[in-house]
């Protein structure tokens, strides 16, 4: 089996992206994880499909697959190179594109300086529709992690994140405390574990360790 694929990146976050419009793709979790081996496959955070939209207020449908094989709802920087990728690809002449997704619509666009944003809607806080388990809604809540507790806010972009605020992204613990954040049985559908630094009253650093890609 023979697939076209395009490599792309947003801010470092790395993806193969697939044409499922003009070819078929049909590949199995086990091939996903081959696909984004770094050392066997390809190489990438994330597998993005672009499919025919099955909705009437949607151009197109957007598929993600972490490196694990497992399909999740949302990436921001996925979307960004999505909206690229069909413009450069001839798919749509629009600059702007409504896109489906598993956690709804969102709304990628070129922008006249050739950089790409994206629309994502609003941020839920509601931890049932993170999903994250918790007796009541709050501002942060404390993460029993080994030998210490994290506190951290937790929000949903389409999919979960849980953040931290540190003094120093650079230094912060990600590959130390991210893997148990990222499966901490407070969240059942796992989560996003971000190290945020604030820089001013405009301005973040940012570290991620991702759901089902590290």
Known sequence: MFLKFTKMHGLGNDFVVFDAI????????????FIADRHFGIGCDQILLVERATRPDADFRYRIFNADGGEVEQCGNGARCFVHFVHEKGLSP???IRVETAAGIIVPRIEPNGQVTVNMGV??????EIPF??????LTYLLGLEGKLAEVSVLSMGNPHAVQWVEDADSAPVAEEGPQIESHPSFPARVNAGFMQVLDRSRIKLRVYERGAG
């Not at 941020?123 to 049932?128: A, D, M, N, S, V």
Request: net charge positive; aromatic share 8%.
């Open 94 to 96: 629009k600059t702007e």
């Open 22 to 33: 003009s070819q078929s793709v049909n590949l199995t979790p086990a091939q996903f994880q």
């Open 123 to 128: 941020p839920r806080f509601e931890p049932t």
């Open 133 to 138: 388990i918790a007796e009541k809604r709050a």
